[in-house]
């Protein structure tokens, strides 16, 4: 798999921004047709349920005004979802490289944009999109990795402070200690921390690791900037473990429910080989 990213230089001192095959799409507009790119979409159409299961729940629709939770798209439409106070899922949204591509990758790119609507305040944990190959037998729900069964690293949140909600990596690996996953907040120049009312584009990138080594690795951006890296991750033991899917999981908990009605918002999502980088915008946008 190849890794092209175009790095441009920070004079302040923080992590520079990484363009990548973004950059040559304004708006996204035909990246979809990026022999790099397995899947796109901006959900514009219907046509994203033909790739995607699990997305016709009752707290998931595609909208392209929510006033009420100072919601400003993107570019036109965007998915929103809802965490009910009292209950723990909004979204368990699947697509399955098997079903959809006929093999499953050792290593991938997910990119997507979010944004936390103004009611957004969780007071404890829960999960944010990610990458996982849990094959229905281990790497989530308190299902521990054992390197035979399964692994997930999702993306995670924590209690919102001071306005900021700390985002991260949710891991069931094989060198997990205990029933659940480790949590491994996104530190670097506090770009895991996100504020509501606001478009993040979040990247991530899987490479499973050599069986019975820990050389996997998992990467992390938000805006383009490296927020998060760790190169020493054993997911597997088995080479028949590897990349089943990716996974729009937003779940509150843990055991606890929400303490309120929680919105974000969710647009244009790519599944790539490479680097995606976030988007150019579109010029002239009336």
Request: glycine share 12%.
């Amino acid at each position: 798999m190849t890794c092209l990213i175009s790095t441009a230089i920070s004079l302040s001192g923080q992590t520079p921004v990484e363009r990548g095959l973004a950059d040559k799409y304004a708006g996204d507009k035909g990246i979809e047709k990026d022999s790099n790119v397995i899947l796109f979409t901006d959900f514009e159409s219907d046509q994203w349920h033909k790739y995607f299961s699990g997305g016709k729940r009752t707290t998931v629709r595609v909208v392209n005004e929510d006033k009420e939770r100072s919601f400003q798209p993107l570019q036109n439409k965007a998915l929103q979802i809802k965490v009910r106070k009292g209950d723990h899922y909004g979204a368990s949204i699947e697509y399955n490289f098997k079903d959809k591509t006929g093999s499953e990758p050792e290593e991938i790119y997910f990119r997507y944009y979010l944004r936390f609507g103004s009611d957004w305040d969780p007071r404890r944990g829960g999960k944010l999109p990610g990458i996982g190959g849990t094959y229905n037998r281990g790497g989530w729900g308190g299902r521990p990795s054992n390197g035979r069964n399964g692994w997930s690293a999702r993306g995670q949140f924590k209690g919102q402070k001071e306005g900021k909600t700390p985002t991260g990596f949710y891991c069931y690996h094989a060198d997990m200690q205990g029933k659940y996953g480790s949590a491994w907040i996104w530190q670097k120049d506090k770009l895991g921390y996100l504020e509501n009312n606001r478009w993040y584009c979040i990247e991530q990138y899987v490479r499973m690791n050599t069986p019975e080594k820990n050389d996997g690795i998992l990467r992390g951006w938000v805006d383009g900037r490296l927020a998060f890296e760790k190169t020493d991750v054993r997911m597997r033991d088995v080479p028949d473990l590897k990349i089943e899917r990716i996974w729009i999981n937003i779940y509150h908990g843990g055991t606890w429910a929400a303490d309120s009605d929680d919105h974000l918002f969710i647009d244009n999502v790519v599944i790539a080989k490479q680097y995606i980088g976030p988007r150019l915008p579109l010029k002239n946008r009336k």
